[in-house]
């Protein structure tokens, strides 16, 4: 099948009807070369002076330029970067790695010296996205009540971390015997 684009390609290049250059290109199925040299010989166009042929360098240098395009394209694609899928699935392995640290490292709960829960992190966070104005408060109020929390883990079992969360234990717990001092001895404690 020709198409418009064959056809407007053999008018530029010998000067002829659109009429004239379908039918030469239907009737050599679309070369163009081909249907500029029967053009030649039936006398519809002038020969090139100085030997009596065309040359096609412009058609080739074409498909060269277009055949680099595709290559430059490529190559831009891969110095751009990766595509939206692969971005996807280094999201969804970045996700697994976070989702399997939580679950290797754990908040345990302690009263007493004993163990009494031990969550995994990610539930932990997943409870403090869901319900975070209930956690927060029932873990304060746990300090009252003389539980402890420490974290456990391989990424998270460090010592500054557990000692920060000490610190604030012995404050909750040093607030609540103020309190009681002032309950049991029934004075006020600015007399």
């Known amino acids: 099948m020709i198409t418009l684009e064959q056809v ?15 039918a030469a290109l239907e009737e050599t199925n679309g070369d163009i070369l081909e249907a500029i040299i029967k053009l030649e010989k039936q006398n519809r166009i002038k020969a090139p002076e100085g030997g009596g042929y065309f040359s096609t360098k412009k058609s080739q240098q074409y498909r ?6 595709k290559k430059v394209k490529e190559e831009s694609k891969i110095d751009q970067g990766t595509s939206f899928g692969e971005l996807i699935g280094k999201l969804i392995r970045w996700c697994g790695r976070i989702i399997n640290k939580g679950n290797r490292n754990h908040l345990n709960v302690i009263k007493d010296g004993e163990n009494i829960m031990t969550i995994p992190i990610t539930v932990l966070v997943l409870f403090l996205f869901i319900m975070f104005w209930v956690v927060i408060p029932i873990m304060v109020v746990g300090l009252f009540f003389g539980y402890r929390y420490v974290f456990s883990g391989p990424d998270l079992g460090k010592e ?11 404050a909750a717990e040093n607030l609540k015997k103020e309190v009681k001092g002032e309950k049991y001895n029934g004075e006020d404690s600015d007399n």
């Open 160 to 170: 500054n971390v557990n000692r920060a969360l000490d610190s604030v234990a012995d």
């Open 64 to 69: 060269e330029d277009n055949i680099a395009g």
């Open 8 to 22: 407007e390609k053999l008018r530029d290049k010998a000067n002829v009807s659109y009429e004239e250059a379908r």
